[in-house]
């Protein structure tokens, strides 16, 4: 918190969390960046959602909609927010969002690169005005490069960092690596730890700093040895299906009961281990490292799949628990409800939104002893917060609030 905002009380929330007193302006769209702000509202920082006042962020209308005219994905992902209108563009927008950046810690942001700096928002005329505030800027690309310019969302942040060449079936098409927003989550994730670092870093020095971060990056970084195997041996990573490149078995098999189940023997242990449950010691010998079991694949990939297509699912997943080999069904999001470890663990959070009334959404990770994350309310009504954040907080009076509401300002 800066000392602007010690002179203005700022409030403590009555659960205080990790980040409360840091305040977060999220002027971003979509799901990347403000994913970033949402991982930070559930440890206790103040996120101020800053939208389009006509309609708003995109995300509102993105995904299943509901009665409140919001959807399930904004409900969910737009948590713990404060939401507040404001037009970027109009030059009293853009003075609006400069003085609320003189009060605030970090900024969260994902135009395509020179946007915000043709408004005169860019981060080195916001950091005349604080100099430590922190700026999390993710593009499709980054902002610097010959692609710098160019849009892109997640389905092209996996094709260009070379996901999606690995999803699929040897023998065919590439497909969808999961979900299409895992770039925009796993970007949201790294531009948490940039900003996290970077407070740590301002903490010392007084000093803010810009977090520049492609959504192709998030991605790439994640994609283990393939860059060195490449530059070392010539290697190109093929489609492989549900197998691993350095690692058998390590593949979804199917049960005799017809569900399928992942199954991973990671070290020659596990793979001993596997030999002793099901009876065949041999293949332990014949087998015995993780080199030789990859040159034979096929052969024991076939020992794995005999042995868990002779059995019901129900059997699979006990011997090998029995056993200490890794083993899970692959789960739909049916079976995710009905499990007990889910329930157990609280990853399903049952809350209440004034506009809907229950819901169910994915609990904040990770689990903090002291510190845990907590829920405040789901995504709010576009411009909820208009009244508090630039009357209370900005001091402006009510006729402004209405003259610039009239003008398309808020």
């Known amino acids: 918190m800066n000392s602007q905002d010690k002179a203005d009380g700022h409030a403590k929330s009555p659960n205080v969390g990790a980040l409360d007193g840091i305040r977060v302006l999220d002027i971003a769209t979509f799901v990347a960046a403000p994913f970033c702000g949402t991982i930070l509202a559930d440890f206790g920082a103040e996120v101020i959602k800053i939208e389009e006042p006509s309609a708003g962020d995109a995300l509102r209308k993105f995904g299943t909609t509901t009665e409140c005219g ?71 690309f980054g902002q610097t490069g010959p692609k710098s310019g160019e849009p892109g969302f997640a389905r092209i942040a996996h094709a260009f960092s070379g996901l999606s060449f690995l999803a699929g079936e040897a023998d065919g098409p590439p497909v969808v690596p999961g979900s299409t927003s895992m770039a ?95 009876g065949q010691l041999d293949i332990a010998e014949r087998y015995p490292t993780s080199a030789d079991r990859v040159q034979h694949r096929h052969e024991v990939n076939a020992i794995v799949a005999d042995w868990v297509g002779s059995r019901s699912l129900q059997e699979v997943i006990e011997q090998t628990r029995e056993a200490g080999v890794p083993c899970a069904q692959i789960y739909s999001i049916q079976d995710i ?35 845990p994350p907590t829920f405040r309310h789901t995504g709010r009504a576009l411009g909820a917060d208009n009244t508090q954040i630039y009357g209370d907080f900005l001091g402006l009076d009510q006729a402004r609030l209405e003259a610039l509401k009239a003008s398309g300002v808020i």
């Not at 009293?92 to 043709?118: C, I, M």
């Not at 663990?345 to 002893?369: C, T």
């Open 70 to 140: 919001d959807t399930l994905v904004w409900l969910s992902e737009a948590r713990n927010k404060k939401t507040v209108t404001l037009d970027l563009r109009k030059p009293e927008g853009a003075q609006l969002l400069r003085d609320l950046v003189a009060r605030s810690d970090v900024l969260l942001e994902n135009f395509r690169p020179g946007t915000l700096e043709k408004w005169g928002l860019g981060y080195e005329e916001l950091a005349k005005i604080n100099p430590g505030l922190v700026m999390l800027r993710i593009s499709a």
């Open 184 to 278: 925009d989550y796993t970007s949201g994730m790294w531009g948490a730890i940039g900003v996290l670092s970077a407070l740590r870093y301002r903490d010392r020095t007084g000093l803010g700093q810009f977090i520049d971060l492609g959504l192709y990056e998030s991605v790439f970084r994640l994609l283990d040895e393939m860059a060195p195997a490449y530059a070392r041996n010539g290697t190109v990573r093929t489609r492989m299906g549900a197998d691993t490149i350095n690692v058998v078995p390590h593949s979804h098999y199917l049960t005799g009961s017809g569900e399928w189940v992942a199954l991973a023997c990671t070290s020659d242990k596990m793979f001993q281990r596997f030999a002793v449950l099901i």
């Open 337 to 371: 409800f009905e499990d007990p470890h889910y329930a157990a663990r609280g990853n399903l959070m049952r809350v209440q939104d004034p506009r809907i009334g229950e819901l169910i959404i994915p609990a904040a990770v990770p689990r903090m002893s002291r510190t």
